[in-house]
Antibody
């Protein structure tokens, strides 16, 4: 059974940094691209970014709203994908979801974690 | 960026009703369209990919159609567990973008 468990969400002040983790199980983690999405309170879904598998270079893509501030990385030996968030602002307040793609490099996401809440407030 | 427009933004329906939600892309996206279901306080659930293919385990009462710019999600016979918010998403090009959602409520 595929499982994705996010952790690291908490309350931080504007300008601070935070790293989220997503621990995966139930599949060969290194074979799959992984993506992060977020949902601000009472709002719709927003794509944050994506990291390809090492087979496809392990490269990343980001939404314009986070590019240059957020960084996605992966540790295939631990089956974890990270979301490093810097210079956090109020508009980054959201539930952050980790997802696994449908195929090794095939969108859309098929599996979602339960989400972790990040609150940015002074 | 490709804009995704869903309609309606909300609808009221009864158990047993046939429900159709539409999604329009601001430019052609071939069949690179997915649908998701989200219940309050829960993570989204993947329903459909490639506009009309059901994700594994999704019941056949859900169906999708369309190509290019116009797409539909149909629920053939609405059941109590189907009351939720539904989102379309294009994955034809980055940045990936979502429709605004359609909230399906009980009449």
């Amino acid at each position: 059974e595929v499982q994705l468990v996010e952790s690291g969400g908490t309350l931080v002040q504007p300008g601070w940094s935070l790293r989220l983790s997503c621990t995966a199980s139930g599949f060969t983690f290194g074979d799959y691209g992984m993506s992060w999405f977020r949902q601000a309170p009472g709002k719709g879904l927003e794509w944050v970014g994506f990291i390809r598998s090492k087979t496809y270079g392990g490269t990343t893509e980001y939404a314009a709203s986070v590019k240059g501030r957020f960084d996605i990385s992966r540790d295939d030996s631990k089956s974890i994908v990270y979301l490093q968030m810097n210079s956090l602002q109020g508009e980054d307040t959201a539930v952050y979801y980790c997802t696994r793609l449908r195929g090794v490099s095939q969108w859309p996401p098929q599996y979602w974690g339960q989400g972790t809440l990040v609150t940015v407030s002074s | 960026d490709i804009q995704m427009t869903q309609s309606p933004s909300s609808l009221s329906a009864s158990v047993g009703d046939r429900v159709t939600i539409t999604c329009r892309a601001s430019q052609g996206i071939s069949n690179h369209l997915a649908w998701f279901q989200q219940k309050p306080g829960k993570a989204p659930k993947s329903l459909i990919y490639a506009a009309s293919s059901l994700q594994s385990g999704v019941p056949s009462k859900f169906s999708g159609s369309g190509s290019g710019t116009d797409f539909t999600l149909t629920i053939s016979s609405l059941q109590p567990e189907d009351f939720a918010t539904y989102y379309c998403q294009q994955y034809n090009s980055y940045p990936l973008t979502f429709g605004g959602g359609t909230k399906v409520e009980i009449k």
